[in-house]
């Protein structure tokens, strides 16, 4: 059914057995209806058949860095292809699956022609499926993907629905690539032959959060890596949380020797905890992300950071609207449309940068 990740990946994980995180239109979003209109921007005359066509947007929280970028990435590209500012309509759903849901009828009762969902969670994805499915109004779920049972159900009933994103397990191994490249030799900084480390997780429940959390260390413990994690705890994605919790970590479990984080902006928390506690991050705590955000990028030039994962927004958001313009046409879309990460250590990181910037 799923277009999933190939060539090495897939048999990488097998092969493991493993065990075991938008801008804002110039209106202001309302917690119980939420909708708010986007930025004016030019319109490309090739492309005026999109330009009645209504598109409705939730995101799960838009101070997310991540999706706020993803977001105006997006909607510049429906304007580009012809929708119209008025036409595209934009949703903060506050992490809360209830407010999303009620967005989502709302959209509906105002006749989207397709919605766009980063979904708050897996529970809230089921439902906003059936809702949009009764309405006869197709579904672009972004970002977030829902769970396998879920997916298993638009294709049984031929649902004009489709998840465009990266597998969040590929982001995880990869963050335990980049530490089994850099070498236990050089993150073992006490030299006792384990690598002592915090995990700072995104939010429970969140199926990205999981798997980058599980694979990133299922990864070196497949290595024969010695682990002893001192600190696990949720940061829901936030600088603000991981920066509060790195430093208690650091107050009560002191000793780390490697922070992995499931974002780049709890990263980002982290090396700024790490710097208020008169440590070196990059010399006496290694930090690692997924995102490759600009700022994090910068870190991992000045050796700060030891690397990343690049999420790329740019080639997703453009996957989304081009499944979106398609549903629009009635070209159907495959259920999963998948993209690549891409590794990201100081080697690549100005090559990321020029990406994204």
Same mark, same amino acid.
């Given at each position: ?44 005359? $090739? ?27 997006? /909607? ?72 396998? /049972? ?19 397990? &590929?982001?995880g191994i990869y963050q335990g690539e980049l530490l ?22 995104? $939010? ?48 009560? &479990? ?85 993209c690549e990460y891409v590794k990201t250590t100081k ?11």
């Amino acid at each position: 059914m799923k277009k999933r990740i190939v060539s090495g990946f897939l048999a990488f994980a097998l092969m493991l057995g493993l065990l075991t995180g938008c801008t804002k239109g110039t209106g202001t979003s309302n917690p119980e209806s939420g909708s708010s209109a986007v930025g004016e921007a030019s319109v490309s005359t $090739d492309s005026s058949d999109m330009s009645t066509k209504k598109v409705g947007i939730c995101l799960y929280e838009d101070n997310d860095i991540f999706m706020s970028k993803y977001c105006e990435e997006l /909607v510049e590209y429906l304007l580009a292809n012809g929708f119209t500012s008025d036409n595209i309509k934009i949703s903060d759903s506050y992490n809360n699956r209830y407010v999303q849901i009620n967005q989502v009828k709302d959209y509906l009762t105002q006749g989207v022609d397709v919605l766009i969902i980063n979904p708050v969670d897996a529970d809230a994805a089921r439902t906003i499926t059936d809702l949009a499915s009764e309405a006869q109004v197709p579904l672009v779920y972004v970002n977030r993907e829902p769970d396998a /049972v879920e997916e298993i159900r638009w294709e049984d009933y031929d649902l004009d629905v489709t998840y465009v994103g990266c597998d969040a397990r &590929q982001s995880g191994i990869y963050q335990g690539e980049l530490l089994l490249d850099a070498g236990l030799e050089t993150l073992d900084l006490n030299g006792n032959g384990s690598l002592e480390y915090y995990m700072i997780e995104g $939010d429970q429940g969140n199926i990205d959060a999981r798997y980058r959390t599980q694979y990133s260390v299922s990864v070196l413990e497949n290595a024969g890596w010695s682990l002893n994690c001192l600190f696990d705890a949720v940061g829901n994605w936030n600088t603000d949380n991981a920066k509060q919790l790195v430093a208690r970590a650091l107050d009560e &479990q002191p000793g780390v020797e490697v922070v992995i984080c499931n974002n780049d902006a709890m990263a980002l928390g982290a090396i700024d905890a790490i710097t208020e506690h008169g440590l070196t991050p990059g010399k006496d705590v290694f930090v690692i992300g997924v995102d490759a955000l600009e700022e994090a990028l910068s870190k991992i030039e000045d050796g700060s950071m030891l690397g990343t994962v690049f999420n790329d927004f740019i080639a997703q958001s453009h996957a989304a609207a081009d499944a979106t313009m398609n549903f629009i046409k009635g070209v159907a879309n495959e259920h999963y449309i998948s993209c690549e990460y891409v590794k990201t250590t100081k080697e690549n990181a100005q090559e990321i940068l020029e990406i994204i910037k």
